[in-house]
């Protein structure tokens, strides 16, 4: 069902007073780092199996699974609509993004309307490849012109404004709310925002304002700097943008890219930062919009209850909490003792420290600090990462700055 078909739908019942409840309160679903990779480009051989292992806690083994589990919760949910703030795919190969848009015409076609953008990985990439065995080869990746076709119908064909700068647009999103969907991933300014791209903000901006609307934006990179982190994260001309969506009353911008759940406020605006759905704990953003409130929680993907419904026997999906937590520490495990391994720590400082920074690391993505300092009560942990102060500690200092908080609500009435 076309989104202008699901608006007169939702018109029709508020004039016949049968819809007054729900259109005080809408819900919107915000995912982001999904990393599809379609089937037909892996045989889950250990070439496969070995990269993405060594990669960063992606849950590339059973991203099919994930991803249907996602969008049937989706469905049950019936959402206003789903927003996609990029990094659609794993490596940007052109077969990925058909086949996960025919995944998506699918959800329209229920009435859950979809908004898409890309990310850094989606567009142009080198490493767009088919994995086989022990080898993989390269296949074609999406260009900005490939994304704007194959995605024509989750944002594109329907948008009230098109920046000629970027994939960057606007849309509808009800009567009382429009969406500044904005693209960071052009070839000639990655991770940017360019000026013609900021006067064409402003334009939109201007125009909503002037029809009465509320505008809620969304990116893939960050506006603000949520963690340690900053380059390729914070896009540059990042000041300017929230200068102007401070200006035109915008209170909210939806992004992803860090793939650790956290939010930050400054001078009136917020920028929410969801979790990557492809890594533990899998988290989505269910945002609930009134008149005069924003409120913002995650909700963890129930993969276990969809491969139930769905018949399926493998442990892994049946226990997709453990299985995808056990992933992810995994992958922290390794890398961080291979590292303090070789800095002439005894084997029982490494197991300490290493420990502590898997539980670390499992609650800081999660966005849920309020017992983080718990895991080193005295700081004896901290004290041994403090031998080297310039490896570990700013990452330590970014996590333990947030202690005692949880990210996964958000607010407008408690800013």
Same mark, same amino acid.
């Given at each position: 069902?076309?989104?202008?078909? !699901?608006?007169?739908?939702?018109l029709a019942?508020?004039?016949?007073?049968?819809f007054?409840?729900?259109? $005080?309160?809408r819900? !919107?679903?915000?995912?982001?780092?999904?990393?599809?990779?379609?089937?037909?480009?892996? /045989?889950?051989g250990?070439?496969?199996?070995?990269?993405?292992?060594?990669?960063?806690?992606?849950?590339?083994?059973?991203?099919?699974?994930?991803?249907?589990?996602?969008?049937?919760?989706?469905?049950?949910?019936?959402?206003?609509?789903?927003?996609?703030?990029?990094?659609?795919?794993?490596?940007?190969?052109?077969?990925?993004?058909?086949?996960?848009?025919?995944?998506l015409?699918?959800?329209?076609?229920?009435?859950?309307?979809?908004?898409?953008?890309?990310?850094?990985?989606?567009?142009?990439?080198?490493?767009?490849?088919?994995?086989?065995?022990?080898?993989?080869?390269?296949?074609?990746?999406?260009?900005?012109?490939?994304?704007r076709? =194959?995605?024509a119908?989750?944002?594109?064909?329907?948008?009230?404004?098109?920046?000629?700068?970027?994939?960057?647009?606007?849309?509808?999103?009800?009567?009382e709310?429009?969406?500044?969907?904005?693209?960071?991933?052009?070839?000639?300014d990655?991770?940017?925002?360019?000026?013609?791209?900021?006067?064409?903000?402003?334009?939109?901006? $201007?125009?909503?304002?002037?029809?009465?609307?509320?505008?809620?934006?969304?990116?893939?990179?960050?506006?603000?700097?949520?963690?340690?982190?900053? &380059?390729s994260?914070? =896009?540059?001309?990042?000041?300017?943008?929230?200068?102007?969506?401070?200006?035109?009353?915008?209170?909210?911008?939806? &992004?992803?890219?860090?793939?650790?759940?956290?939010?930050?406020?400054?001078?009136?605006?917020?920028?929410?930062?969801?979790?990557?759905?492809?890594?533990?704990?899998?988290?989505?953003?269910?945002?609930?919009?009134?008149?005069?409130?924003?409120?913002?929680?995650?909700?963890?993907?129930?993969?276990?209850?969809?491969?139930?419904?769905?018949?399926?026997?493998?442990?892994a999906?049946?226990?997709f909490? $453990?299985?995808?937590?056990?992933?992810?520490?995994?992958?922290?495990? $390794?890398?961080?003792?291979?590292?303090? &391994?070789?800095?002439?720590?005894?084997?029982?400082?490494?197991?300490?420290?290493?420990?502590?920074?898997?539980?670390?690391?499992?609650?800081?993505?999660?966005?849920?600090?309020?017992?983080?300092?718990?895991?080193?009560?005295?700081?004896?942990?901290?004290?041994?990462?403090?031998r080297?102060?310039?490896?570990?500690?700013?990452?330590?200092?970014s996590?333990?700055? /947030?202690?005692?908080?949880?990210?996964?609500?958000?607010?407008?009435?408690?800013q």
């Amino acid at each position: 069902m076309k989104k202008s078909a !699901v608006l007169l739908v939702l018109l029709a019942l508020l004039l016949l007073g049968g819809f007054a409840s729900a259109e $005080r309160e809408r819900r !919107v679903i915000c995912a982001t780092d999904l990393h599809y990779l379609a089937p037909a480009l892996t /045989d889950h051989g250990p070439f496969f199996t070995a990269l993405t292992e060594e990669g960063d806690g992606k849950l590339m083994g059973t991203i099919e699974e994930l991803t249907d589990a996602f969008l049937a919760e989706v469905r049950k949910l019936r959402p206003e609509a789903l927003i996609l703030t990029g990094d659609l795919t794993f490596n940007g190969a052109l077969l990925s993004h058909t086949a996960l848009a025919e995944k998506l015409r699918a959800l329209e076609r229920e009435g859950v309307p979809v908004y898409v953008l890309p990310g850094n990985h989606d567009l142009d990439n080198p490493g767009a490849a088919a994995f086989s065995g022990d080898g993989y080869s390269l296949v074609p990746s999406a260009t900005a012109e490939d994304f704007r076709r =194959i995605y024509a119908d989750f944002g594109f064909d329907e948008a009230l404004g098109l920046d000629g700068d970027s994939l960057s647009y606007t849309a509808q999103l009800d009567g009382e709310t429009r969406l500044l969907m904005l693209d960071f991933n052009t070839a000639h300014d990655p991770c940017g925002v360019s000026e013609k791209t900021l006067r064409w903000v402003e334009q939109e901006l $201007r125009a909503a304002q002037e029809e009465g609307l509320r505008v809620l934006a969304a990116g893939h990179q960050n506006l603000f700097q949520q963690t340690v982190f900053t &380059s390729s994260y914070v =896009i540059r001309g990042a000041g300017e943008l929230a200068a102007l969506l401070r200006q035109y009353g915008v209170r909210l911008f939806l &992004s992803g890219h860090l793939h650790c759940q956290h939010w930050r406020t400054e001078q009136g605006l917020t920028e929410i930062a969801t979790g990557a759905l492809s890594v533990s704990p899998c988290q989505y953003g269910v945002l609930t919009l009134t008149e005069d409130r924003l409120h913002y929680e995650t909700r963890e993907t129930d993969v276990s209850a969809w491969a139930q419904g769905e018949g399926r026997t493998e442990a892994a999906l049946l226990d997709f909490p $453990r299985y995808a937590r056990d992933y992810f520490d995994a992958r922290n495990r $390794r890398s961080t003792s291979e590292m303090l &391994s070789l800095l002439g720590y005894t084997d029982a400082e490494v197991e300490r420290m290493t420990q502590y920074l898997v539980e670390l690391n499992r609650a800081y993505f999660s966005g849920d600090l309020r017992k983080a300092a718990a895991l080193d009560p005295e700081g004896d942990v901290y004290a041994l990462y403090a031998r080297f102060p310039t490896l570990y500690t700013p990452y330590l200092d970014s996590a333990r700055a /947030d202690f005692g908080r949880d990210f996964r609500v958000w607010d407008s009435a408690e800013q």
